[in-house]
T-cell receptor, first 114, second 108 residues
C-alpha cells in the first residue's frame, strides 16, 4: 500500500495570491494525479504528473493557473495561482498501484479564498 | 449527460438493510473504481475491477462490461457505513472520471 501526505491540510488565502500544495508518497510511483473537489461536487481531474516530463492537463485547466512540479518519484507540488474565491475547493493528490488494484488518495488540502 | 452516472443520489437505510448503489458509464474503460468518502473528506479506495465481481467483507462490487453498468452492494449495513460512495471510470492513462456520488445514511 501507499501512504500519501499533503501539506498544508487547510489554508485561508487572500484573493490574488498563490498557494503551493505538497504531496509526498512513501513509495516510488510513476504517475501522480491532482484532483479538485469543489463544494458539494464530486472530484475533477486537474492534471497527471509524471516524473521527468511536463504534466498533462485536463480540459479547462492550464499550466499558468495550476503549475505542477514532479522532481522525483515520491513528491509533487501543485500551485494554485492568482487565486479567486472560485478556487475554494479541496485539492487531492492520488497514485495508483495497478498491481494491487488500488487507488490511494491523500487526505486533501482544504483551500478557502477570501 | 455525464459520462458516469450514479443512482440514487441520496439513500437512507435502517441498520441491517441490504444496500445497492448503481453506476452507469458511457465511455470505454480499463477499470471501474468504487471509492468511499467520509465527512472529513478522506477518500478510501474500496474496489478496482475490470470484470466480474469482487467481495471484501460486507461489500460486494459487480460490473457488467457489455451493459456498462456496475453495482456496489453493502450487506448488513451499519451506521459506520454512512459516507459518500463514488464510482469512477478509469480511461486511458489511468485517468478517472467520477460520478456525482451517493450520500448514504444508515440509521441505528
Amino acid at each position: 500500500s501507499a501512504v500519501i501526505s499533503q501539506k498544508p491540510s487547510r489554508d485561508i488565502c487572500q484573493r490574488g495570491t498563490s498557494l503551493t500544495i505538497q504531496c509526498q508518497v512513501d513509495s516510488q510511483v510513476t504517475m501522480m494525479f491532482w484532483y479538485r473537489q469543489q463544494p458539494g461536487q464530486s472530484l475533477t481531474l486537474i492534471a497527471t504528473a509524471n516524473q521527468g516530463s511536463e504534466a498533462t492537463y485536463e480540459s479547462g485547466f492550464v499550466i499558468d493557473k495550476f503549475p505542477i512540479s514532479r522532481p522525483n518519484l515520491t513528491f509533487s507540488t501543485l500551485t494554485v495561482s492568482n487565486m479567486s474565491p472560485e478556487d475554494s475547493s479541496i485539492y487531492l493528490c492520488s497514485v495508483e498501484d495497478r498491481d494491487a488494484y488500488e487507488q490511494y488518495f491523500g487526505p486533501g488540502t482544504r483551500l478557502t479564498v477570501t | 449527460k455525464n459520462e458516469v452516472e450514479q443512482s440514487p443520489q441520496n439513500l437512507t437505510a435502517q441498520e441491517g438493510e441490504f444496500i445497492t448503489i448503481n453506476c452507469s458509464y458511457s465511455v470505454g474503460i480499463s477499470a471501474l473504481h468504487w471509492l468511499q468518502q467520509h465527512p472529513g473528506g478522506g477518500i478510501v479506495s474500496l474496489f478496482m475491477l475490470s470484470s466480474g465481481k469482487k467481495k471484501h467483507g460486507r461489500l460486494i462490487a459487480t460490473i457488467n462490461i457489455q451493459e456498462k453498468h456496475s453495482s456496489l452492494h453493502i450487506t448488513a449495513s451499519h451506521p459506520r457505513d454512512s459516507a459518500v460512495y463514488i464510482c469512477a471510470a478509469e480511461t486511458s492513462g489511468s485517468r478517472l472520471t467520477f460520478g456525482e456520488g451517493t450520500q448514504l445514511t444508515v440509521n441505528p
